[in-house]
């Protein structure tokens, strides 16, 4: 042996010591540049927003445990921010990316996020959530997978595709937003794409996907629209639904699937139809004009043009109602879950705390806002987690403004303030979503998932906990509650920090239909949360204090 294949194979050694030593997950490493560009997603010019004069932005592709590190430089002429939609950000919602948890990057500035996707695995995306700056743009996809060690229940997919589907409007991002800030609501959109396009079926479109013939494929959906929810449907074939928001589950097939604002499910689906080209559908669900978009799949073999007579949407809510009840985990699965938010046994936990959280809309000063118990929530200059962690909330924000249990007086009359509910460490949580008007909502919470035990029409009442699914719900991050009815999620608030729990409609959100939930680490232990970075920007009233006494172990 020579001494330099000495040399290699003992640098080889070397590295795996080091890396066996500190036991540190694998980093991944990008570098975004964040644009203003041109875009005609609809056939109409209009400023979009890029990532890497890419849109939608670039696909984001990991495994379990995996360090994520991306450098966004903010070439906009706004601050700018962007969130992990469903990454539980562990320990560490200094990195969650809301209002509430950062300071936003200033214009010609850059920030360096870094996060983990800690005991995750699934489909989830990322977006902007500054300004309305998801209407221009800057949204992709961000899968988790599982580690080669943990089985998956099915066989490995030929390929695996990220599909994003959304509502869209033509108006720029800071068109819209004018729109908000003069009290005034968006409309309805003008129409819907699919990976940032919409195909024209006119025989000139080129296939977003291609299937080889007897091959299956893993189709992941996300809604990451504005307004609407979606039917997506693959004319002529079927889908096996295998995972959702990060849960295995029971691996029914369907015809179409109903996809709500937020939410993203993954699909098995087989080319084993005639070989030809064939159109993915996603329309809008529950709107007087119904609006298509349209994307094409191609055989690698196909001689022929996709039918022109698209499959049929499903019609009426209970439609929609009765598929969502028939999705459940799968609960033999191997799958990577942080304990006790991946128990099995959550139907036998008791309940420590029931909140009921009612939407509303009413206008304040002439203009129109969206409110949660009579709360129309407002951002402040001082991220609330700042706040909280330097000990000056009381110059920032208030706790617990909301009640547990709303007065039906609590809708009539609206008011503006920072809303932050204060909630105990490691409880065990009932929160009921209670919608009285006549559109659909759709309600994300960050650093969790949660068990959907139940959605009906009516009101929530205590005897209605009678009809939970105490078994077997799918541990998600987005739960839909239809017109006149209510929703039920249980959870273990385990993961401390300031999270957001939003309506996953940006308009309704820009326009205060969110709150926060404090988790705090009283105990101010590194066991339960991170500590602040000493390089991490600060804004607002906290700029220039002191740094707080670090964390014990």
Known sequence: MDSTTMKLLLLCLLVGTIAAVHGEDPYLFFTWNVTHGTISPLGVPQQGILINGEFPGPNINSTTNNNIVINVFNNLDEPLMFTWNGIQQRKNSWQDGTPGTMCPIPPGKNYTY???????????????????????????????????????????????????????????????????????????????????????????????????????????????????PLNFRIQGHTMKLVEMEGSHVVQNTYESLDVHLGQCFSALVTADKEPKDYWMVADTRFTKTMLTGLGLIRYTNGNGPANPELPLPPQGLAWSLNQARSFRWNLTASAARPNPQGSYHYGAINITRTIKLVNSASKVDGKLRYAVNGVSHIDTETPLKYAEYFGVADKVFKYDIIRDDPSPEAEAKITLAPNVVNQTYRDFVEIIFENHGKSIQSWHLDGYAFFPVAIEFGRWAPEKRRNYNLLDAISRHTVQVYPGSWAAIMLTFDNAGMWNLRSAQPERAYLGQQLYLSVENVARSLRDEYMLLDTTPLCGVVKGLPKPPPYGP
């Open 114 to 228: 870094h996060f983990q996707v800690k005991d995750q695995i699934g489909s989830y995306f990322y977006y902007p959530i500054t300004a309305m700056h998801r209407a221009g743009g800057a949204f992709g996809g961000l899968r988790v997978n599982s580690r080669l060690l943990i089985p998956v229940p099915y066989a490995d997919p030929e390929d695996d595709y990220t599909v994003l589907i959304g509502d869209w409007y033509t108006k720029s991002h800071s068109s819209l937003r004018k729109q908000l800030d003069m009290g005034r609501s968006l409309g309805r959109p003008e129409g819907v794409l699919i990976n940032g396009k919409n195909a024209r079926g006119d025989g000139t479109d080129e296939p977003l996907f291609t299937m080889k013939p007897g091959k299956t494929y893993r189709f992941r959906v996300c809604n990451v629209g504005l307004k609407n």
